[in-house]
């Protein structure tokens, strides 16, 4: 709804406020369930003392309405209404002189997505796109993240899609093609798994010296229980023609990007082999509850294991090939570029490093001497967690607990419990290492882009 800002004066010899009843009168009526009943939702108001003026924030269907709501306050005084946008809303526009943005029935408006992230406490990178992340220390709590606070990254405008009409399309070197209703996927046999995603540019701001793209710090990451149908037999029923070998995989999300004159799809591939061996999932469901908009609503592929970039959002088409994927995203970026003995070496992003997050100490914390916990995350893509190990302030590694059941595709809660004996400065690293052997390393490679930065994770507290 639109926005306003409401200001109300009145002179020192009428100030209602001096008339217990009058006063309690418009109390009353500015009440939230009182605007409720007017078409009125109040976001905040206030009254500087002294100058007989008050102001306060209103959203309302239009001016007509609010108008009607304000009666009592002409009635006291004079009332002044200025439109007004929230500040989501200025920095999607491009700044307090831009036009609003023009939101179509297909796309999110910017300035609501973002005011929701905010609220749900993401630290935004960028409003439009709205690219953001969570907090370590919110890492902490439970064995999946709350929806709200699940990162999030886009490339381009959230599509607002209608789950009614949406069908999936299934073409291609199929026997069979397919056009599936939300519905008809719902009907089919679903399964649930507990996935860890993680962009490909997480911990790209520590790389030195700095790289291009978003400039994210270490809250790139999330968990979630994902619901929804096997890939897998959705392309068993399609039928794979002879020949077939890939798979292309197109949102609904689209845009303009560098050194392309027309706007580009989202498109992504993988190969058979790699669908088998991943068991990916479509999903409809994160958490028990359908997907929201900034999350893929009505169908998003959830690849366990790979970067997030390939668990492609908003879904509608998947076309089986022969051929690899050429899309944007898929050849000239999401690519390690690094220059090695002085030539260009490159290999495309898949599989998550291995990596452990400190929770708790948060930075800069003030700990009590005495016995303390120091936990985490931690995560990879190449198999489970074996061991996570801890060091403070320099000190020998030593092995932290691994709290609860290991998973392939999900992250593993750690702990150690140690006294801390000294006061001053603590300094406390983590390292993981999984299943198949890999191991964090003291700093990753860098690369052109600013991918898989795994640097062994330190904060630094204080022992009081």
Known sequence: MPLFIVHHQHSPETCPARDPAKGAMLLNHLSRPSAARHGVVIKGEAVVRGLHSLFFIAEAADETVLQAFLAPFRQAGEVEVIAAMSCAAVVSSGGCDACPVDVSAALLDP???????????????????????????????????????????NHFEIPSLDGDSYRLSVGGLVERSLSLSLRELHN???????????????????????????????????????????????????GLRPGATELVFRGADSGLVEGHDAPVRFERGLSLDQIRETDALLAYEMNGEPLSSPHGYPLRLIVPGWYAVASVKWLTEIVVTDEPCKAHYQTEKYWYQWPRNGREERAPVKLMNVRALISSPDQGESLPRGE???????????????????????????????????????????????????????????????????????????????????SIHAVTAQVI
Request: aromatic share 8%.
């Open 188 to 238: 089919l046999h679903a399964e649930s798994f507990v996935v860890t995603l993680e962009c490909a540019g997480n911990g790209r701001n520590l790389f030195d010296p700095a790289v291009p793209g978003e400039a994210w710090g270490l809250g790139a990451v999330s968990t979630a229980e994902w619901t929804g149908i096997p890939l897998i037999e959705v392309l068993e029923r399609a």
């Open 372 to 454: 303390t916990a120091i936990r985490g995350v931690a995560w990879s893509g190449a198999g489970s967690i074996s061991r996570v190990d801890v060091s403070l302030n320099g000190g020998p590694w030593r092995a932290a607990r691994l709290v609860g059941e290991g998973r392939r595709a999900a992250w593993q809660w750690w702990e150690l419990i140690t006294p801390l004996e000294e006061t001053g400065p603590l300094t406390v690293r983590a390292r993981a290492t999984d299943m198949a052997g890999r191991t964090q390393p003291e700093c990753a490679e860098w690369n052109r882009l600013g991918y898989g930065n795994n």
């Open 111 to 153: 300035a609501d997505a973002c005011q929701d992230a905010i609220e749900a406490g993401l630290l935004i990178h960028r409003v439009n796109p709205l690219n953001g992340e969570t907090s370590v220390p919110d890492l902490a709590g439970g064995a999946v993240m709350p929806n709200g606070r699940f990162y999030l990254r």
